[in-house]
């Protein structure tokens, strides 16, 4: 087993473990690992137009002189992308590090293709 597919499943556990909890106390269900449901496209697209928002103010950022602000940007924008392929995986995540892991699993396991230095 991967170190990716390894945390892929610690994660899963995590947000299960977080909402049981939740649930338990009464509390609104919350997590901050991975869950695993049907595949979802229309969620897709709504994280690929907040990446392309994203993608839009790295460019809007040098215009008006915060170019600094274009490496944050940029960070959101392929991350919202991946949120985009986890949603038509079925999987909603709520945690950067456990996105992460997911996209190497599913290169790993050949779901996707997608250039390292990407992830």
Known sequence: ???ASKHVEWCL???KKEIEECKKLGKRQK???LLKSNPNLEEAKKHLAKAEHDFEGITKFKEIGFS???MSAGFY???HCFLAVAAKF???SSNQTCTISLMRFLKETNKIQ???KFI
């Open 114 to 116: 997608l250039d390292e």
């Open 77 to 79: 924008c392929i991350y």
């Open 13 to 15: 556990n995590k947000a």
């Open 1 to 3: 087993m991967s170190q």
């Open 68 to 70: 600094d602000w274009s």
């Open 31 to 33: 997590h901050r690992g």
């Open 90 to 92: 079925g999987y909603e």
